[in-house]
C-alpha cells in the first residue's frame, strides 16, 4: 500500500504571532506544496533521518519515505509544519479529523523539530478552500473561510536572510506588557481586515510590521527592506510573515504589472492523502 500526502504553503495575511496567546488570523494556503510518499513494506525504515524520525514518533510502520517540495525552507512559509501534517496523513490516512491532524502535526514539531510553534499554520494548511482565506480564532480554535477580494493581490519578496526555526523565540525577546500589547492591536487589525478594502488593509500590514518590530522579531536588515518596498509605486502595504528574523515579505500590491518579477499568490487547495493498492 501507499499513501501520498499533498500539504500546502502557508501565507499569513495578517495575525502574526497571536497563535501562542489565543488571538486570531487571517491566513491562506499557498500555491506552493510538499508531498509525501510512504509506500508501507513489512520492515525497515528508509528514509532522510528527520523524517524517518517524525515517522517514527507518529507510530508510522515500516515504509519507504520520500519528499519532494516547493515550499522554501527557513522562509516563513512553514515547510516544517507541512511536513509534520504529510507524516500525520500518511501514516493515519484521510479518516483522521483535520484538527485532529492539526494537533498532532504540532506535537511533532515540538518533540521532534524542538520548535515552539502555535496552530496557525496546521490550521491553514488543514482548514483553508481554494480562492478563499481562513478566519483562525485560536482561542476556541475554530475557523471561519471567506472569499479572498478580488483586488487584493499579494506578493512575496525573500529579504535573502535564512531563518533557523528554534534560534530564537519571541517569546522571550520582548516583555509580557509588549507582548499583550501587540496581540490585541493585532487582533483589532485582523478584525478590521475582514472588511477593508485594498488601501486599508495595505495600512494595516505596515501597522503590523512596525509592532512585530516592538516585539523584537524583525531585524534592521528586513525593516530596510520593508521599508524601501512600500515607497515602491503600486504597493499598498508591506510586512514581514513569519516567526521572523528573515524569511519573506508579504507585499500587497495594486495590481500582478506591480513587482512583476515576483510571482502572485494563489490561494490553493488544503491539505490532502490519497492511497493506493
Not at 524517518?52 to 519528499?67: F, N, Q, R, S, T
Not at 534592521?220 to 508591506?238: F, K, N
Request: with cysteine; proline share 4%.
Amino acid at each position: 500500500m501507499k499513501r501520498r500526502a499533498s500539504i500546502p504553503g502557508r501565507i499569513n495575511i495578517i495575525g502574526e504571532h497571536t497563535d501562542y496567546a489565543g488571538g486570531c488570523s487571517l491566513a491562506f494556503a499557498s500555491q506552493h506544496r510538499l508531498v509525501l510518499e510512504a509506500e508501507f513494506v513489512e520492515d525497515g525504515y528508509h528514509g532522510e533521518p528527520t523524517v524517518v524520525a517524525l515517522w517514527k514518533e507518529a507510530g508510522g510502520p515500516p515504509a519507504h519515505l520520500e519528499v519532494t517540495s516547493s515550499i522554501p525552507i527557513g522562509k516563513g512559509m512553514s515547510s516544517s509544519a507541512a511536513l509534520c501534517l504529510s507524516i500525520v496523513l500518511c501514516v493515519h490516512g484521510a479518516g483522521i479529523d483535520k484538527q485532529a491532524a492539526c494537533e498532532e502535526a504540532q506535537r511533532l514539531e515540538h518533540v521532534v523539530l524542538g520548535t515552539p510553534c502555535g496552530l496557525l499554520d496546521q490550521m491553514t494548511m488543514m482548514h483553508s478552500l481554494e480562492d478563499e482565506c481562513v478566519l483562525i480564532d485560536f482561542s476556541t480554535k475554530t475557523t471561519t473561510t471567506m472569499s479572498i477580494p478580488f483586488e487584493w493581490t499579494f506578493k512575496l519578496v525573500d529579504s535573502g536572510i535564512h531563518r533557523t526555526l528554534n534560534s530564537k523565540d519571541y517569546r522571550t525577546t520582548s516583555t509580557e506588557e509588549t507582548k499583550r500589547s501587540h496581540v490585541e492591536s493585532e487582533n483589532r487589525r485582523v478584525e478590521e481586515a475582514m472588511n477593508s478594502n485594498s488601501e486599508v488593509l495595505g495600512k494595516l500590514l505596515n501597522e503590523t510590521h512596525e509592532s512585530l518590530k516592538t516585539i523584537g522579531v524583525s531585524t534592521p536588515e528586513v525593516d530596510a527592506l520593508v521599508t524601501s518596498l512600500q515607497s515602491e509605486e503600486g504597493v499598498l502595504g508591506a510586512r514581514m510573515m513569519g516567526g521572523g528574523f528573515g524569511g519573506m515579505i508579504l507585499v500587497l500590491v495594486e495590481s500582478k504589472s506591480v513587482l512583476s518579477e515576483y510571482e502572485t499568490m494563489v490561494p490553493s487547495r488544503p491539505g490532502f492523502v490519497e492511497e493506493f493498492f
